[in-house]
């Protein structure tokens, strides 16, 4: 059984940071992509951050670059999105999620995904 389990989250003024953590049980988490996706009510699921397998390569959403740094830890089966210079777009519900493909290369889409945690909720004050 696959579980993704998100903390981090909760409330910071515009400017402050915050880490989100993802605890996967996840067999032969070390060959798989994992990501970070968010969701604000009324629109779609957005893509935020990824990591490849082996924390190699990174790959971000045009908005949050600069800002946002995601990482792993493969002997702890966890992922990071560490949040710098929050702003109040950046108010969502975040959502960690595992590739459905080993090895890939490339950033998973959503649709790529078969495994998701339950979601944190950010938000950020002006």
């Known amino acids: 059984q696959v579980q993704l389990v998100e903390s981090g989250g909760g409330l910071v003024q515009a400017g402050g940071s915050l880490r989100l953590s993802c605890a996967a049980s996840v067999r032969m988490f070390s060959t798989y992509n994992m990501a970070w996706f968010r969701q604000v009510p009324g629109k779609e699921r957005e893509f935020v951050a990824a990591i490849n397998w082996s924390g190699g390569a990174t790959y971000y959403e045009d908005s949050v670059k600069g800002r946002f740094t995601i990482s792993r830890d493969n002997a702890k089966n966890t992922v990071y999105l560490q949040m710098n210079s929050l702003k109040p777009e950046d108010t969502a519900v975040y959502y960690c999620?595992?590739?459905?493909?080993?090895?890939?290369?490339?950033?998973?889409?959503?649709?790529?995904?078969?495994?998701w945690g339950q979601g944190t909720q950010v938000t950020v004050s002006s």
């Open positions: 999620a595992r590739d459905a493909f080993q090895l890939r290369i490339g950033a998973p889409r959503s649709r790529d995904c078969d495994y």
